[in-house]
């Protein structure tokens, strides 16, 4: 049987979570673990077309969780494929409730079966990744990672995910 692990990595713009979580991955692999990293579920609608401004942002957040279940379910069903696998996310559902009113939240997860114990009780492990970039204003930050990034800022680089062992 396998064993599964589930790490969300959250944070807010431009802690460095997409950097961390291929690092990270990359570390897990090197270690002999099947790695499995899912993106941020809003940058993928971002890119697909869907946008929050074109949705209504309560209704956009409640897509979000939607998708980001079936995404979390596909990666389960691909785990139980390996003996020894970490399943990483960019975000997870208690992230959407950043974004909307508690009201809002608690509808979106009724709509799919959850609560708020169970949307946070799914993973394993939750690391929130601080904001400590040093930001200046007037230039933009890297995009590699994201394209959808729209903020104006300058980072100064380094990898937080140094810090991170496993």
Same mark, same amino acid.
């Not at 944070?11 to 431009?14: L, V």
């Given at each position: 049987m396998a064993s599964i692990t589930q790490i969300v990595i959250t $944070? $807010?713009?431009?802690a460095g979570k997409t950097s961390c979580l291929s690092t990270l991955g990359k570390r897990l692999a090197a270690k002999g673990y099947k790695a499995i990293t899912i993106s941020e579920t809003a940058t993928d609608m971002f890119m697909s077309g869907i946008k929050n401004t074109e949705i209504s942002h309560p209704e956009f957040e409640k897509m979000v969780i939607e998708y980001q279940i079936a995404k979390e379910k596909i @990666?389960?069903?691909a785990a139980l494929n390996f003996p020894e696998v970490v399943i990483l +996310?960019?975000?997870g559902i208690p992230d959407t409730r950043a974004y909307m009113s508690e009201t809002d939240y608690k509808q979106g997860l009724k709509e %799919? %079966?959850?609560n708020e114990f169970q949307a946070l009780n799914r +993973?394993? @492990?939750v690391d929130h990744q601080k904001n400590n970039r040093g930001f200046q204003n007037s230039q933009d930050y890297?995009?590699?990672n994201n394209p959808e990034k729209t903020k104006?800022?300058?980072i100064k680089r380094f990898d937080v995910c140094d810090t991170i062992k496993y």
């Open positions: $944070g $807010g713009p431009c @990666a389960l069903k +996310y960019d975000r %799919n %079966n959850l +993973y394993d @492990a890297q995009k590699e104006r800022l300058k």
